[in-house]
């Protein structure tokens, strides 16, 4: 009988799972609103022990052996808790203990971004790579990093947290609290907060600062808006000295981005690799593959399975 695992992505208003067998295919998918404002024994045991029961009715036909579920924060998932998860507002939270006692299988967390990586790892453009970096660009940026062929986590499980690489010391405060980091310059945010403020100072451009979005600056860029055009400039800028840093320290062979601003790569890549090679001076920057991310929408489910095949022993 084919072997499947239950993959669970949660976020802070939402949460997703799906069947997903040894290639990384998915099947039997649920979903559910989360009330971030609900404690986290209400989030639990009103909506994820219920979604997972859901998935496994569903595929009731299937030969289920565990349970695999990304957190939007940091964890222990040796003891299967979510140390701080800031979205949901969890503080050491045990995650596996209840969710294994209602369920009955093994369950194993990781944080969402470096499950991501583990899914391209195992079944996306990752696969067969030893050495590689996951960036998700959206609302902020995370990833997570593969050297040698394994997940880095680190002592704490911190490994990964490279939206917090400071780019630009006298920069904008991040929402960590320091100053400059790459999140804080190169995000969803990031960006249409530095497009604002051009407007705001007086610069010619079709933008318009209400409710604007970064999809209306790669729009105007795309129809030759010098201001649009100089944001995803230096955007490219910010990534190129945050790669850096990422390829003097783990020499990756493939950088591979996911999230919304990632689709806008051809109007950041070219700085962003001039500015690497000015950065990298040590590693052979050229060398390095850029690609888009596998999975998109259902990295973290692909991904939360990978790792609860990873953790059974089916897959190295």
């Not at 989360?34 to 979604?51: G, W």
């Not at 490279?162 to 804080?184: F, K, L, Q, S």
């Not at 051009?198 to 030759?224: C, M, P």
Request: with cysteine; aromatic share 6%; charged share 25%.
């Amino acid at each position: 009988m084919d072997t499947f695992v239950i993959g669970v992505d949660l976020g802070g208003s939402h949460a997703a799972c799906g069947c997903v067998d040894l290639d990384g295919n998915i099947s039997c998918m649920c979903e559910t609103e989360i009330d971030r404002e609900n404690s986290a024994d209400k989030v639990i045991n009103e909506n994820l022990i219920p979604l997972i029961e859901e998935c496994k009715n569903k595929a009731k036909d299937k030969n289920i052996v565990g349970i695999g579920i990304g957190i939007p924060g940091r964890t222990d998932s040796k003891n299967g808790i979510c140390v701080f998860a800031p979205n949901l507002n969890w503080h050491d939270v045990d995650v596996k203990t209840p969710i294994e006692k209602a369920c009955k299988l093994p369950v194993f967390i990781l944080n969402d971004a470096r499950a991501m990586a583990t899914g391209e790892k195992y079944f996306g453009n990752g696969k067969g790579i030893d050495n590689f970096v996951c960036i998700a660009i959206g609302t902020g940026i995370g990833g997570g990093i593969v050297a040698g062929g394994k997940l880095i986590l680190g002592a704490d499980e911190a490994a990964g947290e490279i939206g917090h690489i400071t780019v630009e010391p006298n920069g904008p405060v991040c929402g960590c609290g320091n100053r400059g980091c790459v999140e804080a310059l190169a995000s969803r945010l990031g960006i249409v907060k530095r497009a604002e403020e051009a407007i705001d100072s007086g610069v010619e451009t079709v933008l318009k600062k209400e409710n604007l979005t970064s999809k209306d600056i790669f729009d105007a860029a795309k129809q030759g808006d010098k201001l649009s055009l100089k944001i995803w400039e230096d955007t490219g800028i910010y990534l190129g000295r945050f790669i850096a840093n990422l390829a003097t320290t783990v020499n990756p062979q493939r950088i591979l981005f996911s999230g919304r601003v990632s689709g806008a790569s051809e109007l950041f890549l070219p700085s962003l690799k001039k500015e690497l090679k000015e950065r990298a001076r040590m590693v052979p920057v050229e060398k390095i593959e850029f690609m888009k991310a596998k999975f998109e929408d259902d990295a973290g489910i692909v991904g939360n399975a990978g790792r609860a095949f990873e953790c059974l022993g089916y897959l190295k």
